[in-house]
């Protein structure tokens, strides 16, 4: 069984995330604090939040698209690796991510997988749907057909995207802390449909999640 000893930071960007983290996780170990939406904004705020304390691991939590057939609505995401999806150049030939085209930083952020595995276990022995998967980072939200099956051809095993994980990484990453994403998903990843998102359902999803993890870490 994992179990962590010590400070938890954990990153929403808005406050009904973080109010259905709060709902779930009672425990004086834990911070949580606003990000923002973006990665830039996740990037500063996560590093202002490290900065004023001192955490043992960081998590960036919220709600995210899924992708269809991939992630359901209302089921979670715990991420096993965390992707910058639009940080590069377009081509005739498709993307180039920033480490393809050769500025040597890379888009791609690693997670403690025995954390992982122990909190995907834990939540689905919880009842809960859940899988790791790979969480994509934009910066805008994805919109079109097009631009949905390109980015599934792209990273074939994400089931999620949202608009924080790396930012947050990123900074995790500065102070040489682990890093977690977990996301429950409100809408299919496609063309625009604000009607659809499902915001309500995938809020409760992370309050339960959020029960689990504080049994867990
Ligand atoms: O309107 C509300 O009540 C409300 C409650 C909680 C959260 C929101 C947001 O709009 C959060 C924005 C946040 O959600 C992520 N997200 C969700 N779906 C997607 C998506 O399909 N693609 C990218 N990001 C998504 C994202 O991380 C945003 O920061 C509203």
Redesign the pocket.
């Given at each position: 069984m994992y179990k962590l000893n010590g400070r938890i930071l954990i990153m929403t960007?808005?406050?009904?995330?973080k109010e259905?983290v709060l709902r779930g996780w009672h425990d004086p170990r834990v911070d949580v604090v606003l990000a923002g939406?973006?990665p830039v904004a996740a990037a500063i705020n996560t590093m202002k939040a490290l900065n004023a304390n001192t955490y043992d691991l960081v998590i960036n939590a919220?709600?995210?698209?899924?992708f269809a057939n991939r992630a359901e609505i209302g089921s979670l995401v715990i991420a096993n690796e965390i992707v910058c999806a639009d940080l590069g150049a377009e081509s005739p030939d498709g993307f180039l991510s920033l480490d393809e085209l050769g500025f040597g930083s890379s888009t791609r952020v690693g997670v403690d997988e025995s954390i992982v595995l122990a909190i995907s276990s834990a939540l689905s022995e919880a009842g809960l749907i859940a899988q790791t998967a790979p969480i994509l980072t934009?910066s805008?939200?994805?919109g079109t057909a097009e631009s949905t099956e390109e980015l599934m051809e792209r990273e074939p095993k994400a089931a999620?995207?949202?608009?924080?994980?790396y930012g947050v990484a990123l900074a995790a990453q500065e102070y040489n802390l682990p890093v977690l994403e977990i996301?429950a998903?409100?809408?299919?990843?496609g063309p625009r449909d604000r009607e659809g998102?499902r915001?309500?359902d995938?809020?409760i999803s992370l309050e339960s999640a959020s029960k689990v993890l504080m049994e867990v870490l």
């Open positions: 960007s808005v406050q009904a995330e259905a939406v973006g919220g709600i995210a698209g899924g934009l805008k939200v994805t999620a995207e949202a608009m924080e994980g996301r998903i409100s809408n299919t990843v998102w915001i309500k995938a809020l």
